[in-house]
């Protein structure tokens, strides 16, 4: 049993490790080279995976760049913030709590993912089309919390004004580059707090 665990945790740890790989070369060629000049057949080249190999961690080229491990590590921390604090507060929070975890060479990684995607116009209609669908994911995280329904003008106005505030710290950074990315979006997300509060 304990050989199987470890032969589990070996496949994935392996699975990560050509994931980041695979992003990395990605986002390397793509600002080497340009965005549409590079080819999936290139990418899978750099990162010694064959293209189909590629597909199987980055269904399509947008995703290369807009995808990473984020996302659930949020949602994780978010729902173990105390019950007393505001669903905002509960992201902000869950937000200084994931960054901290995250190593500075990878937090350095999701700024150039961002340059890219504040500056590729096919990337900036993706993550637009993603945002959408975080609004709904956002929605259903604070209805789960106020013990509301996902689909609630209130709820989803609040999701939408967590999701604007991030927007917003992007376009802030792409006009800063000295910025990190990381603490403008908390910074933002404190302002609609401070507003929301009112």
Known sequence: MADEQRQIGLRERKKIKTRNTVQRQAVRLFREQGYAETTIEQIAEASEVSPSTLFRYFPTKEALVLEDEFDPMLIELFRKQPAHVSPIQAFRQAMQEGVALVPDDLQQETRERMELIMTIPELSAAYMSEMSKTIGLIAGLIAERQGKDS???????????????????????????EEDYISPMISALAHVEQELSQ
Do not use: K
């Open 151 to 177: 689909r609630d003008l209130a709820v989803l106005s609040y999701a939408g004004a967590i999701i604007g505030a991030i927007l917003g710290a992007h376009v802030y950074c792409t006009e800063h580059p």
